[in-house]
């Protein structure tokens, strides 16, 4: 199996080094210095797992070059892991590598990604996917494995099941990524859409790790986001969990992640462009269309998309 990694940031490089470590052939489309160093020096992982993988294990292609025909439809899966920012250009990319009947799935952050997959490529070929792992980047050529988490993964708008992708599944698992597959893969969307919405922007306007969410204060605030997102799932015919157990859920990131500075958080310290739009943005933009109002998650998004 051929496996396309799109966006070899800090997710995509890790993902490449942990299943480096299975048969599988891996080809990775990155940029910049950190997409040289995996050509010519391979990748070093430190924190859950400490490995320097070889540059010979995969075959890298750089976004400042153009796509050789030689990769044309040669994957069998293409997984998309760089920001959401960056979507459209990684969907084009895809659409070169992917095979006939090859996956497409994405783990940015967000709805609405999986939608345009769909159009893209025909729900047949479309995979749900997020994951819990928690990666970045000290130095080009580095991954720091932050948090050891899960890859979950599920059926779309297609009737996929754990069979028709055991192949797959089983390379993540092999990898130690530690794959889980979920009958209901929009409800899974919206779970981690939830915890997004209720924890990055917050911690990424305090300049803080998550931990901080939890004084109470601030997880109250956390949690009125995250049921305004809610309520717009729902009204969506999305069949989430009761109310109690969703706040359970964020109470128990937010401590298993306590020291982690949240991938927004991040972006603003770097002066790059967030993910709001993919995230409370689209939250407020769905309330909209449904006429439910959406206060909080309309007052973060003006916050966050007027920092400069």
């Known amino acids: 199996m051929r496996i396309g990694i799109v966006g070899a940031g800090s997710i995509g490089s890790l993902f490449a080094g942990c299943l480096a470590s299975t048969p599988c052939d891996l080809l990775l489309y990155g940029r910049g210095l950190h997409a040289a160093h995996l050509t010519v020096d391979g990748l070093k992982i430190s924190g859950a797992k400490e490995e320097a993988i070889s540059s010979q294990r995969w075959e890298v292609l750089l976004e400042e070059q153009d796509l050789?025909?030689?990769?044309?439809?040669?994957?069998?899966?293409?997984?998309l892991t760089g920001k959401a920012s960056a979507f459209e250009q990684h969907v084009e990319v895809a659409k070169h590598l992917l095979r006939r009947e090859g996956i497409v799935c994405t783990l940015a952050n967000g709805l609405g990604h999986e939608e345009r997959l769909v159009l893209e490529f025909g729900a047949h070929r479309v995979l749900a996917a997020t994951t819990t792992h928690g990666a970045y980047r000290p130095a080009s050529g580095n991954v720091h494995w932050a948090g050891s988490g899960e890859v979950h993964l599920g059926p779309f708008m297609?009737?996929?099941?754990?069979?028709?992708v055991q192949t797959f599944l089983k390379h993540l698992d092999d990898s130690g990524l530690q794959p889980r597959w979920e009958e209901n893969g929009r409800a899974m969307l919206w779970n981690k859409m939830l915890l997004n919405i209720a924890i990055n922007p917050i911690a990424g306007l305090l300049g803080k790790e998550n931990g901080v969410l939890l004084e109470p204060a601030l997880f109250e605030s956390a949690v009125g986001v995250l049921l305004e997102g809610s309520m717009i799932a729902?009204?969506?015919?999305?069949?989430?969990e009761d109310d109690e157990l969703l706040i359970d859920r964020l109470r128990q990131v937010l401590e298993t992640t306590s020291s982690n500075f949240c991938s927004m958080?991040?972006?603003?310290?770097?002066g790059r462009e967030t993910e709001i739009n993919s995230l409370n943005v689209e939250i407020c933009r769905r309330g909209e269309m449904l006429g439910i109002p959406t206060p909080l998650n309309q007052a973060l998004s003006s916050i966050i998309r007027h920092l400069r």
Not at 234 to 240: M, N
């Open 234 to 240: 729902r009204a969506e015919g999305v069949e989430l």
């Open 68 to 79: 050789p025909n030689s990769v044309q439809s040669s994957c069998d899966v293409v997984l």
């Open 158 to 164: 297609h009737h996929h099941t754990e069979h028709s």
């Open 265 to 270: 958080l991040q972006d603003i310290r770097s």
